[in-house]
């Protein structure tokens, strides 16, 4: 289950567009030990959908984890596809080249993308990662 919503900070990438969907995970919080400022209170994970479907602020989903980007700042992005894309990305390497060196460089300007994992790796963070929510 996603929330999708806009983001306007001005990235000098891709002339400040979101690549993708962006919006988070519900009934997740990020408390990774490797983050930069432990003081920060920790947010829900976010993710990147790939989609042919345009959605609404505030709209719910189902989306299939297929890869997630760990930045130096421990806000790590889970890169997922929704059913109008699973048939032809199946994993992170199926996505093309360029578009995934534009979501390294996009996610990563503020803070490096020091690594990108699989799904196994995505799905294990989601879960280690889950709170109770009343969702």
């Known amino acids: ?6 983001i306007k900070k001005e990235i ?8 993708v969907a962006y ?3 519900t009934g997740t919080l990020q408390n990774d030990e490797s983050a930069r400022n432990p003081d920060e209170i920790p947010d829900e994970i976010d993710v990147l959908v790939y989609s042919k ?6 709209e719910r989903i189902t989306a299939t984890p297929i890869g997630i980007m760990t930045r130096e700042d421990g806000d790590h992005k889970v890169v997922a596809v929704d059913d109008t894309m699973s ?5 992170w390497e199926d996505i093309p080249s360029e578009e995934r060196d ?11 993308i020091i690594s990108v994992g699989g799904a196994r790796a995505a799905i294990d ?6 709170v109770e929510s009343g969702d």
């Open 125 to 130: 963070y989601i879960r280690k990662n889950r």
């Open 102 to 112: 534009l979501l390294t460089r996009y996610f990563g300007h503020k803070s490096p």
């Open 1 to 6: 289950m996603l929330d999708l919503g806009p």
């Open 12 to 19: 000098p990438i891709n002339s400040g567009i979101m690549p």
């Open 87 to 91: 048939a032809r990305i199946r994993k």
């Open 53 to 58: 479907k345009d959605f609404g602020v505030g």
């Open 23 to 25: 919006g988070f995970i």
